[in-house]
């Protein structure tokens, strides 16, 4: 299909180990997005990119999140030293970035994460 | 507090019953308010989305937005079972970049 994919679609990890989430956006999508959604809570902001670059990376909530997109496509969230609290689905959203006027956010399934 | 606030419910209705959900908010730079579907263990999916205050419908849906009360509505007729799902409401400052404000989430659930 050609919509936002995200793999792996669970990850199961040990506290302390380093993770990678990967998305996959829509075709054509200059900006990508990062949200953190755990159980019975609406989605939060992590990241934004507008190409190949963080153009908003306010929510990332401390420095063992990173998030790269070195060729303006795939993303990566990185989790280092993994915490329980850490554990939660991981959602990635595409849109486009047309001047004036409203984008549309397209999101994937998510990862479930789960530290141990 | 939170920006953005929703009932978390759940809540459950009769098929065929009209439902309301609504969120408020504290932010009044918020220009674009957006309501999303999500089933379980699926993304969030966008159903309609109004700019600024008003109403805007879209079949059984309609949405409504009051910024002088920082107040927003979705309203389903004619529900479904097939409509049982988390609504969330989000909401954000600019339309073409940044980043979505998301309330918690409504558990609705449409009995037949």
Redesign the interface.
Known sequence: GAG?SQTPSNKVTEKGKYVELRCDPISGHT?L?W?RQSL??????LI?F?GTGA??DS?LPNDRFFAVRPEGSVSTLKIQRTERGDSAVY?C?SSL??????????????T?LTVL | QKE?E?D?GPLSVPEGAIVSLNCTYSNSAFQ?FMWYRQYS??????LM?T?SSGNKEDGRFTAQVDKSSKYISLFIRDSQPSDSATY?C?MMIS???????????TTLQVKP
């Open positions: 936002v900006a997005y949200y019975g809570q609406g989605p939060e902001f934004y507008q153009a908003d929510g959602l959203a970035l047309l001047a004036g006027g409203y984008n549309e956010q397209f999101f994937g399934p998510g479930r | 953005v929703q978390p674009y263990r699926k993304g969030p999916e966008l989305y700019y969330l989000a339309g073409n970049t940044g980043k979505l404000i998301f309330g918690q989430g």
